[in-house]
């Protein structure tokens, strides 16, 4: 692994959740997530709006089962951070559902803390 590329951490339950994903999906964002690490930006990721511009981006992907979504924060030096897999149920629009950017709005919060430890950790060795 290059020196330069950052580490992936998933938080809460969202290494699950890809995985109950179709393989096609989750090949697209691992890719997606790949290119992240690498400091890239994959052409369909998208600030995730209603985070400041907090770094917060997702990625969408279709496929014959429904609409999925994997969004994940590059703001941190530390790590790309995955904080959410889900498939988007809802019918009316495309805005992301409240209760998904509730989750989403959680996990940047834990995220964060990782982020901060993760650093602390870095100057105490």
Known sequence: MPSNEKPLEWIGSSHKDLMTLPADVRRFFGFALSLAQAGDRHDAAKVLKGFGGAGVLEVVEDDVGGTYRAVYT???????FVLHCFQKKSKRGIATPKEEMDIIHARLKVAEAFAKELRNEKTTH
Not at 74 to 80: N, T
């Open 74 to 80: 590059v703001k941190f030096a530390q790590a790309v």
